[in-house]
């Protein structure tokens, strides 16, 4: 016996109630899977980006730091010459406190003006550091995973300034002992001569130091050397020109000794960096 009356259409509105759930089902896990797959698709995006500006910023790196090695191996070659030039100064300055102990032959004085004029020609060192700086500002020193030796190449030119310091101290002794002290030696005949052969309208003392500009030799001029050997300003003032020319000289040695290390270093991280 039937409790109901059968109605078609309500067996049709199941259907279709059904048919667009299952429609609906479907829909769902295709957005889901086109959704999972644009996000992939970006996420590779930004994988490639990011590993080609890596690849792009390691390359920059190493040029930059390339070019640091680079302008070290100029400074080694300087430090060479300060070495080499500190021991020269050091050398004369022996060889004039002797030769002032010397029976001052006509060679011995010649020897004397020479001596004097090689001392004023006192080496200092003019390091370059573009390519440091520019390795600094780029952010290549920071970046370098060895810290000790970024650290080390960063403060490189400390140790330069500690050098030029220790040669203007040495300059500036040579200047002010050497002819402080010989200056007032200096025949005064051979001052005037000097003002006349080479006119600036200034006084006397102001030609005593033209004369001790290294761009002004002295060899021409006439030095009275009488006991001068005995004057105990003058020696003293000689001892401190060789005290001086050896801490220019020390200092120098230490530098090239710890630039040769720090460039080992450095290379030996480029390399590595390289692979």
């Known amino acids: 016996m039937l409790r109901g009356r059968y109605r078609p259409e ?10 667009m759930t299952e429609t609906q089902k479907i829909s769902w896990k295709r957005l889901a899977v086109e959704a999972a797959a644009i996000v992939a698709s970006i996420l590779f995006a930004f994988a490639i980006d990011a590993w080609w500006a890596d690849r792009q910023q390691h390359a920059s ?63 200092r060192i003019n390091a370059p550091f573009g390519s440091l700086q520019t390795a600094m500002s780029s952010g290549a020193i920071a970046r370098m995973t060895a810290v000790d030796l970024a650290s080390d190449v960063a403060s490189w030119p400390t140790t330069i300034e500690d050098l030029l310091e220790e040669e203007d101290n040495a300059g500036e002794v040579i200047l002010l002992q050497h002819y402080a002290v010989l200056g007032r030696k200096i025949s005064m005949h051979e001052v005037y001569g000097h003002r006349l052969a080479y006119p600036t309208g200034r006084g006397t003392p ?26 105990i300003e003058v020696r003293n003032g000689f001892l401190e020109i060789m005290m001086f020319g050896q801490a220019a000289l020390g200092e120098a040695t230490l530098a090239s000794n710890k630039l040769e290390t720090l460039m080992q270093r450095l290379r030996q991280y480029i390399s590595q960096r390289e692979r």
């Open 10 to 19: 309500a067996a049709i509105d199941t259907r279709i109630i059904f048919c």
């Open 61 to 123: 790196d190493i040029a930059h730091l390339q070019g640091v090695l680079e302008e070290l191996e100029s400074h080694r070659v300087l430090l060479a010459e300060a070495v080499e030039s500190h021991r020269t100064t050091v050398d004369l300055g022996y060889e004039l406190f002797s030769l002032l102990a010397s029976e001052e032959t006509a060679i011995e004085q010649a020897r004397t003006a020479e001596v004097i004029d090689l001392l004023f020609n006192f080496y």
């Open 206 to 231: 102001d030609v005593i130091n033209d004369v001790a500009r290294p761009e002004a030799p002295v060899s021409h001029l006439t030095v009275d050397y009488s006991e001068i050997y005995d004057d």
